[in-house]
């Protein structure tokens, strides 16, 4: 079975410092792996997804994650931060073959003046 | 594009009673999948409908139901409701492309907010 671990659940920061949000995962089959964000009182937006290829991804907003197999981890970053990235963050993977997903328990960013 | 939406927003049940939550897919989307997300917690998935059928099942008991329509809206009625059963409920639709195998995107509606008392 897949888990999803996320270790940070509330990530402080002020605004223009750089952030990363640690994603780890753990399954027996090949998966997809996806960042979504969660503001108040709205549903999940995708953040940006790993499918294959370039294990380097990229938002349309800054932030980035990186695949590490080997670690089995897929964790974002962005270099400077807004007030507007305040929001929850939920990392997610899917197997391959199916179209189910499994959520981490999410990291609430909260970004400071 | 009206994108997936849910009705009720919000909901006030109590203990024992059942509640039926309803979603429609974006436009051209064919398989609904639900989840269940608790207060600090992330979405857990309950079932994925397509083609009128329940496709895959998550880690929940058969008080969780669903219905697929004919033109893929999609129902979860949860019954003899638990003060556990408090959370967002989420619809998520994608388009499976023939059968294919290869990833197609989930959007996700706005959620019901089920309250148990």
């Known amino acids: 079975a897949q888990s999803v671990t996320q270790l940070d659940s509330q990530v402080p920061v002020f605004e223009e410092a750089p952030v990363e949000l640690r994603c780890n995962y753990s399954s027996s089959v090949s998966v997809y792996l996806f960042w979504y964000v969660q503001y108040p009182n709205q549903g999940l937006q995708l953040l940006l997804k790993y499918l294959s290829g370039s294990t380097l991804v990229e938002s349309i907003n800054g932030f980035e994650a990186e695949f590490n197999k080997s670690q089995t981890s897929f964790h974002l970053r962005k270099p400077s931060v807004h007030i507007s990235d305040t929001a929850e963050y939920f990392c997610?993977?899917?197997?391959?073959?199916?179209?189910?997903?499994?959520f981490g328990s999410g990291t609430k960013l909260n970004v400071k003046p | 594009d009206a994108g997936v939406t849910q009705s009720p927003t919000h909901l006030i049940k109590t203990r024992g009673q059942q509640v039926t939550l309803r979603c429609s897919p974006k436009?051209?989307?064919?398989?609904v999948s639900w989840y269940q997300q608790a207060l600090g917690q992330g979405p857990q998935f309950i079932f994925q409908?397509?083609?009128?059928?329940?496709?895959q099942r998550g880690n929940f008991p058969d008080r969780f139901s669903g219905h697929q329509f004919p033109n893929y809206s999609s129902e979860l009625n949860v019954n003899a409701l638990l003060l556990g059963d408090s959370a967002l409920y989420l619809c998520?639709?994608?388009?499976?492309?023939?059968?294919?195998?290869?990833?197609?995107?989930?959007?996700f509606g706005p959620g019901t907010r089920l309250t148990v008392l």
């Open positions: 409908y397509y083609e009128e059928e329940e496709r």
């Open positions: 997610a993977v899917s197997e391959i073959d199916f179209n189910k997903f499994y």
């Open positions: 998520a639709s994608s388009s499976v492309s023939g059968g294919s195998s290869l990833y197609n995107e989930q959007f």
């Open positions: 436009s051209g989307h064919d398989t």
